[in-house]
């Protein structure tokens, strides 16, 4: 009594998983989209999504590695805003 135990329960693994940020999600049309980055504009962009967590999400298809999104896009990203990006903070 009185001992607290952390653990992490894996429920399957894809080594080849191509995973994005959950907070880059947006529902679109009863499903779920992106905010991927080019030439300096956001353009929405279907994706279809396989398993999640509060964390990550993998993509099934929509997106390919490398692709630059928007993270928690506000009511004012639409498709074709220009966006300025920024270094990553950790």
């Known amino acids: 009594a009185?001992?607290?135990v952390w653990g992490r329960v894996f429920l399957r693994e894809t080594p080849s998983a191509l995973i994005a940020p959950?907070?880059?999600l947006v529902r679109d049309a009863g499903g779920w989209a992106v905010?991927?980055?080019e030439a300096g504009r956001a353009h929405l962009?279907?994706?279809k999504v396989g398993a999640m967590t509060d964390q990550d999400v993998e993509i099934l298809s929509g997106l390919s590695p490398g692709d630059r999104?928007?993270?928690f896009p506000s009511d004012r990203v639409h498709d074709g805003v220009a966006v300025e990006t920024r270094a990553a903070t950790s």
Do not use: D, N, S, T
């Open 69 to 71: 999104l928007v993270l």
């Open 45 to 47: 962009r279907p994706v």
């Open 35 to 37: 905010f991927q980055i």
């Open 2 to 4: 009185g001992y607290r």
């Open 22 to 24: 959950a907070g880059a």
